[in-house]
């Protein structure tokens, strides 16, 4: 597509369930990366997706955060058991890969746990 | 997570007046990137900076990549109300991950 696409924009879930985040990168975008921002903060890196090398997920806050990336293309952010902390804005982002490549972010997802 | 340290972290000038900001860290970053976010939208790429006392403009925006690769500075030349939003520095150590700052949130008052 022409853009990142995340999907959906906002979620509100109920604490102890588990979230599904879609994003859907650049066309030919190897590399694909999510970030989180909490309210008022920067942004967190997550975990990073290179082509079929095996991903960086140094930036998984626990083990209740999960990612994938099928076909080299699409990826889903998995979340489970939601607690109110996980609350945020989930950003994904992809590139040429290239060293030196910028980013190009989505929309993001605004995930509210009550 | 690790951050850099960005400054100031907010400010409110009159539309006309030129704005400065700026990002440091203590460790040495091989490419320094600039984005803005609008409200409910994802950051967008303003500056790419690849060298070590790089000056580089895009239109009323000018960025430098500081000579001893810690920091990099943003200037905003005769600010617009549309240059509201907040401003991030990025800098990218090893081959792909990037470290964002604390961000820069900039209003402009007509």
């Known amino acids: 597509g022409a853009g990142v696409s995340q999907s959906p924009s906002n979620k509100v879930t109920e604490k102890g369930k588990d979230v599904e985040l879609r994003c859907d990168p650049i066309?030919?975008?190897?590399?694909l990366y999510w970030y989180r921002q909490s309210l008022g903060q920067g942004l967190e890196f997550l975990i990073y997706?290179?082509?079929?090398?095996?991903?960086?997920k140094s930036g998984l806050p626990s083990d209740r955060f999960s990612a994938e990336r099928t076909g080299g293309s699409v990826s889903t952010l998995t979340i489970q058991r939601t607690q109110q902390e996980d609350s945020a804005v989930y950003l994904c982002?992809?590139?040429?890969?290239?060293?030196?490549?910028?980013?190009?972010f989505g929309s993001g997802t605004r995930l509210t746990v009550v | 997570g690790q951050q850099l340290n960005q400054s100031p972290q907010s400010m409110f000038i009159q539309e006309g007046e030129d704005v400065s900001m700026n990002c440091t860290s203590s460790?040495?970053?091989?490419?320094w990137l600039w984005y803005k976010q609008d409200p409910g939208e994802g950051p967008v790429l303003l500056i790419a900076?690849?060298?070590?006392?790089e000056l580089t403009s895009n239109g009323r925006l000018t960025a430098q990549f500081g000579i001893t690769r810690k920091d990099s500075f943003l200037n905003i030349s005769a600010s617009i109300p549309s240059d509201v939003g907040i401003y991030f520095c990025?800098?990218?150590?090893?081959?792909?991950?990037?470290?964002f700052g604390t961000g820069t949130r900039l209003k402009v008052l007509a």
């Open positions: 982002a992809s590139s040429l890969g290239g060293q030196g490549s910028g980013y190009t």
């Open positions: 066309s030919g975008h190897t590399a």
């Open positions: 997706f290179q082509g079929n090398s095996a991903p960086d």
């Open positions: 460790s040495i970053f091989n490419t």
């Open positions: 900076l690849y060298k070590a006392g």
């Open positions: 990025a800098g990218r150590q090893g081959t792909y991950k990037y470290i």
